[in-house]
T-cell receptor, first 115, second 115 residues
Framework: AQSVTQLDSHVSVSEGTPVLLRCNYS??????LFWYVQHPNKGLQLLLKYTSAATLVKGINGFEAEFKKSETSFHLTKPSAHMSDAAEYFCVVSARAGGYNKLIFGAGTRLAVHP | NAGVTQTPKFQVLKTGQSMTLQCAQD?????MSWYRQDPGMGLRLIHYSVGAGITDQGEVPNGYNVSRSTTEDFPLRLLSAAPSQTSVYFC??????????????FGNGTRLTVT
């Protein structure tokens, strides 16, 4: 069975400092992994995805994530936080369930960015 | 290009009332789905459809009905609202080709309160 655990429910950083949002997954086969971002009162937007190609994945707005099979992790990073990065971030694993795309969402990490 | 459009944005119902949440997409996506978002639980799949005339249940289907008469529209019906259905509802769509790896496009959500 597939599952995903986001290790921090809240992360707070200062503007200009690095961001690290942690995600561990469980999957019985090679997974597809995604990070989505949700700004207040908005839907979710895809940040980046891993689909068994390069293990270091670059996304939009300067975010990137590294797939580490040995650690079953897919942590999201950004070298320098911007105020506009304040949002909720979801780590997602895509599971095959019959013929449909079943996405299993983590509980989310709320990122706060302080001046 | 409007993407995925959900209406209404906000709704308050009394226990036992019925209503329909509307979802429309203009990207010619075959796959459409409904999720509910509750604090600390990420998103959970309610129902999904892989094309006009084809629907199936997700993780939490009880209390909800769907239909898919056209490619563009995928309404979600609450037949007899209960306080446990207070949540934020998201409609999402994607292409069905390579469904396992395809990112979802989300609407901006409907915030439903049942009193």
């Amino acid at each position: 069975a597939q599952s995903v655990t986001q290790l921090d429910s809240h992360v707070s950083v200062s503007e200009g400092t690095p961001v690290l949002l942690r995600c561990n997954y469980s999957s019985s086969y090679s997974p597809s992994l995604f990070w989505y971002v949700q700004h207040p009162n908005k839907g979710l937007q895809l940040l980046l995805k891993y689909t068994s190609a390069a293990t270091l994945v670059k996304g939009i707005n300067g975010f990137e994530a590294e797939f580490k099979k040995s650690e079953t992790s897919f942590h999201l990073t950004k070298p320098s936080a911007h105020m506009s990065d304040a949002a909720e971030y979801f780590c997602v694993v895509s599971a095959r369930a019959g013929g449909y795309n079943k996405l299993i969402f983590g509980a989310g990490t709320r990122l706060a960015v302080h001046p | 290009n409007a993407g995925v459009t959900q209406t209404p944005k906000f709704q308050v119902l009394k226990t036992g009332q019925s209503m329909t949440l509307q979802c429309a997409q203009d990207m010619n996506h075959e796959y459409m789905s409904w999720y509910r978002q509750d604090p600390g639980m990420g998103l959970r799949l309610i129902h999904y459809s892989v094309g006009a005339g084809i629907t199936d249940q997700g993780e939490v289907p009880n209390g909800y009905n769907v239909s898919r008469s056209t490619t563009e529209d995928f309404p979600l019906r609450l037949l007899s609202a209960a306080p446990s259905q207070t949540s934020v509802y998201f409609c999402a769509s994607s292409y069905i080709r390579d469904l396992y790896n395809s990112p979802l496009h989300f609407g901006n959500g409907t915030r439903l309160t049942v009193t």
